[in-house]
């Protein structure tokens, strides 16, 4: 066989060989661009929640109010030293209601207002009825954006997603934020942090309902962990089996 008729499957050849090296370039170059997008995701992330973090220790209080369709007023308190927690909301218009979470010395309480002004009723729950309703209210701890911020970081930077940084002031607060656009999400997410350390703005494209500080306090009040006064108790008991 000449070399003229050898000449057109060597050029198939060498076609095919080019063409698995650019999808090879092109298949190395994306998933160094995803490393590239997890690696700066992560660390505008580990940045923002490095200082979110201490605050597990730190005593504060802190009132936020809440927008959207059952706008509310909440007040977050941490008493590390003797095991405090607490969660006070009060919703306005059509779902007007008072809403307490209260931990301290002698266990977990959910308790709830009968009417603008009226008595307080109180349950002390139970490990498995604690966890659950904790979970209401975790979107204000420290602890639930640390989370979903770290795992979103790599998904978003395998998704093409992009985190970065910015600052803001509300309400008299100078905020740190991280900022994520999501692919086939129209809007931005923001999530930031007061020079104090606590969250301070959270509002995610998806969700009409935003919220954002308006006072705090490196001293918390006792009366914060205390139930409300001449509030009646009840125990809730597991089911037996």
């Known amino acids: 066989m000449s070399a003229t008729s050898r000449r057109p499957g060597g050029l198939v050849v060498a076609t095919a060989a080019l063409a698995f090296l650019a999808t090879a370039c092109g298949v190395v170059n994306t998933v160094r661009q995803d490393i590239h997008n997890v690696q700066s995701n992560r660390s505008a992330v580990n940045a923002f929640t490095r200082n979110l973090q201490s605050t597990k220790s730190t005593p504060f209080e802190a009132t936020y109010t809440t927008t959207g369709s059952a706008p509310a007023t909440v007040a977050y308190g941490v008493d590390p030293a003797n095991g405090g927690l607490a969660f006070h909301e009060s919703a306005t218009g059509a779902n007007a209601s008072n809403v307490q979470v209260i931990v301290n010395s002698s266990g977990e309480y959910v308790c709830n207002q009968s009417g603008s002004g009226g008595t307080w009723s109180c349950q002390k729950l139970g ?115």
Do not use: E
């Open 127 to 241: 490990a498995a009825d604690a966890a659950s309703q904790n979970k209401i209210f975790d979107i204000y701890t420290p602890s639930h954006w640390v989370a979903f911020l770290k795992g979103l970081s790599l998904v978003a930077g395998l998704a093409g997603d992009k985190v970065s940084s910015s600052t803001m002031t509300v309400n008299g607060f100078p905020m740190q934020c991280v900022d994520l656009v999501a692919h086939g999400v129209s809007g931005t997410s923001t999530i930031c942090t007061t020079q104090q350390n606590v969250l301070g703005y959270v509002r995610v494209a998806s969700d009409s309902t935003s919220f954002q500080i308006t006072s705090y306090s490196g001293s918390p009040s006792a009366s914060l962990f205390q139930l409300p006064p001449g509030a009646t108790v009840t125990t809730v008991t597991a089911p037996t089996t």
